[in-house]
């Protein structure tokens, strides 16, 4: 699939950062807003998560949800993409709300990437459709998944919440539990919106929570 290639998601946010210098229009928020201010009213409402515990947003595009969370007090903010131009229009936006947040042009699944950084580790890791695109990746899909999963695993801090918040459109949360069993607990899910089709009951959004294992 095309969303599993870096040259689809250099070209649509050129365009979308193009469209915001113009228009003032930031672009896609990635499953809409309705499930990035779920997923943003969890973290605010965990009691684990403070104004100042280290959030980390992996493939965070644009930025919005860390420029929702930094609305509401929280300051130790940073979104990674392996895509320069998401990072470059997430910089620009977070600079024109006039808001500190940090950003990084990071592939998250090159070991070297990571170490080089230098990042502290995190209380909190953030997903919005980042697993998605690395399993429609052409390439070796399943081992990327495996990958993505222990590098997630590393950034969290243990001596801190140590929570991995994912949202997919691709994946039930059922799977999901499967997908990230061997590094992580499962917490609990944010509800999405269901509908019923053929006698059964789905979601089109999975959001789950999971826990580093000690």
């Not at 969303?3 to 928020?29: A, C, F, P, T």
């Not at 009691?47 to 300051?75: F, H």
Request: charged letters at 25%; a negative charge.
């Amino acid at each position: 699939s095309v969303l599993g290639m870096i040259e689809y998601w250099d070209s649509s946010y050129d365009r979308e950062l193009k469209e915001y210098k113009d228009i003032g229009d930031y672009g896609q928020v990635w499953f809409g807003e309705g499930t990035m201010k779920k997923v943003v009213n969890w973290v605010s409402s965990c009691p684990e998560v403070t104004p100042d515990s280290p959030i980390l947003d992996v493939g965070c595009g644009n930025g919005i949800s860390l420029v929702e969370l930094a609305k509401r007090g929280y300051t130790k903010l940073t979104g990674v993409d392996y895509c320069a131009s998401a990072v470059r229009l997430a910089a620009h936006i977070a600079k024109e709300e006039q808001l500190d947040i940090t950003y990084q042009t990071l592939d998250l699944l090159n070991s070297d990437d990571v170490s080089n950084l230098g990042f502290e580790r995190f209380s909190v890791v953030l997903d919005k459709g980042t697993f998605d695109a690395v399993s429609l990746s052409p390439d070796d899909s399943q081992q990327k998944r495996k990958v993505y999963s222990e590098m997630i695993s590393r950034l969290l801090d243990p001596d801190s919440a140590r929570l991995f918040v994912i949202s997919s459109c691709n994946w039930t949360n059922a799977e999901l539990k499967v997908h990230f069993e061997k590094e992580f607990d499962f917490v609990e899910e944010i509800p999405s919106p269901k509908f019923n089709f053929g006698g059964k009951s789905g979601s089109t959004v999975s959001n789950a929570i999971f826990k580093k294992k000690l």
